[in-house]
């Protein structure tokens, strides 16, 4: 293995030792090991198992013996796992279900002792708060009503300025509501309304987005996905208008079991609990009345994370922590990614380019994320950059932010040329977006004619705006650097830009 010091003069990152969390819930057991405590962790490895813990515990207030067993069995597995990879730490939680049994303390005991480690059993208020430090993780500018539906209840809370505000739980998780309306979707309905009427600070969710958090709504934004064919697969940061998620809702909560069975997106237990999860979050929206509703891939586990941070650390950008790690492992040069942030900077000076700061920030990241696919063959490296920058776990973005982003490095290697997932994409995209897409694409392609990704170059070889012209600068110690090839690349990114071009070779044109 190579050693931090090893890895540090190579240009590469020092490796971070992973940290686990185990997430106990009142349907699935989960684990997650990331890849360090940092701003923008990746997950080394991700599973979860439905074991049902809370499939009886509203009729018999007791967790199932045969789910019991499942859940002892797959934490031998994670613990384990856990081993198998190093981890530094080891965090298990327990949720609704487990707090709430009879024999809920004799299941932690078990636990305990397989996992070898101490498990918090969350109030109702810390899952609450767990969940929305996830939010925010993954959405740091979050304004609005996040909600969290697990197998056994239901966590609201208010997500504003970076901090989680109030939070309360409804037993309206979509195994209870099952249990106690034995599948009759109008006593189920009867419920809901009646937990929902009981919580009088909903309104201030009134015209703010609703962050949807938990596997039964990542569940329902998928099927969404699925049935408007559309295109880029990424559940963080799905957005639906409250006219089609009220829609969809009111569809999905009235299918038949048997309409479920043909359902081949999601896994057959999750399907159990999409009717109902479906019916809270119909009768949700007509009680808070949101702008739109958008899909939080990060809650809980990812809050149990970010809670360990510095504030230091807390207080980083999470696209750009993750994009200039991607730079320092994939690039050839990540020096070469940070110059080509302040090399742009003039190209996108220009009046009619200007930038709001939410532009500037992502024209950096595609910056970083310039030459993260170089090693693919060249005829296919803008296939393969747009693939995964498209698909990647960002956060910090939504999703015209990741299309601008897979575009940008897409035009970056094929030039003007699309193929059939690049042109699906483009039609997600507003023309602002795409002219500047091609814009950020085609200066790279420039840039890379000059430096060919090697850092101390670009900054040598500048680029100016005057009357109206393009100019580039090249030194007298750079001019062997002319050529057909930089003319061309040049003239393309003159051409998106609607410019004159001059090249100035050794001060002279």
């Not at 880029?232 to 969809?248: N, P, T």
């Not at 000076?349 to 532009?359: N, T």
């Not at 200066?443 to 580039?472: C, F, Q």
Request: glycine share 10%; charged share 25%; with cysteine.
């Amino acid at each position: 293995m190579i050693g931090k010091k090893r890895a540090r003069e190579n240009g590469r990152l020092p490796p971070d030792k992973p940290v686990a969390v185990i997430d106990i819930g009142s349907n699935s057991v989960r684990l997650v090991v990331f890849d360090g405590a940092k701003r923008s962790p990746t997950p080394l490895f991700n599973e979860k198992v439905l074991c049902g813990l809370g499939r009886e515990l509203a009729s018999t207030g007791r967790l199932a013996d045969d789910s019991i067993k499942s859940a002892l069995r797959v934490l031998r597995r994670y613990r384990t796992i856990v081993d198998q990879l190093g981890a530094a730490s080891l965090h298990a939680v327990a949720t609704a279900a487990a707090r709430e049994a009879e024999n809920g303390s004799d299941f932690i005991k078990a636990a305990q002792d397989i996992c070898q480690t101490k498990i918090h059993v969350l109030s109702g208020r810390e899952e609450a708060a767990l969940s929305g430090d996830g939010v925010i993780a993954g959405m740091p500018n979050a304004d609005g009503l996040a909600a969290d539906m697990g197998g056994g209840s239901l966590e609201v809370f208010e997500v504003k300025d970076g901090a989680v505000h109030g939070g309360i739980t409804l037993p309206l998780g979509g195994l209870r509501l099952i249990d106690l309306s034995g599948g009759d979707v109008a006593a189920a309905g009867e419920f809901v309304d009646e937990q929902l009427a009981s919580v009088d600070w909903f309104e201030t969710g009134k015209d703010r987005p609703i962050y949807m958090v938990g596997g039964a709504w990542r569940a329902f934004g998928r099927l969404h996905m699925a049935q408007t064919r559309y295109p880029l697969g990424v559940m963080h940061g799905y957005s639906m208008s409250v006219d089609e998620a009220l829609k969809f809702a009111h569809l999905l909560d009235h299918l038949s079991p048997s309409s479920l069975d043909g359902i081949d997106d999601i896994s057959k237990m999750r399907r159990e609990t999409l009717p109902n999860g479906a019916l809270v979050l119909e009768r949700f929206i007509r009680r808070v009345r949101p702008s739109e509703l958008i899909v939080s891939a990060f809650g809980l586990r990812e809050g149990l994370v970010y809670g360990l941070l510095s504030k230091e650390e807390k207080a980083r950008d999470p696209l750009i922590a993750a994009c200039a790690e991607l730079a320092e492992l994939r690039a050839r040069s990540p020096r070469h990614a940070h110059e080509l942030c302040d090399w742009t900077d003039v190209i996108f000076a220009l009046p009619a380019l200007e930038e709001s700061l939410e532009e500037r920030r992502l024209r950096h990241a595609a910056c970083l994320l310039s030459d993260i696919g170089w090693r693919a063959h060249p005829e296919y490296r803008g296939d393969h950059s747009l693939d995964f920058i498209a698909h990647a776990s960002f956060a910090g973005i939504d999703h015209p932010g990741r299309i601008f982003l897979a575009l940008s490095i897409y035009f970056r290697h094929q030039g003007i040329v699309t193929n059939r997932q690049a042109s699906r994409l483009a039609g997600l995209a507003d023309g602002r977006l795409l002219k500047r897409a091609r814009i950020l694409g085609a200066a790279i392609r420039a840039a890379h004619m000059i430096s060919a990704a090697m850092p101390g170059i670009i900054g040598d070889t500048p680029v100016k705006y005057e009357n109206g012209t393009l100019v580039l600068s090249v030194p007298k110690r750079h001019r062997a650097l002319e050529g057909e090839r930089l003319e061309r690349r040049f003239a393309a990114l003159a051409k998106q830009l609607g410019t004159d071009l001059e090249i100035r070779i050794g001060g002279r044109r």
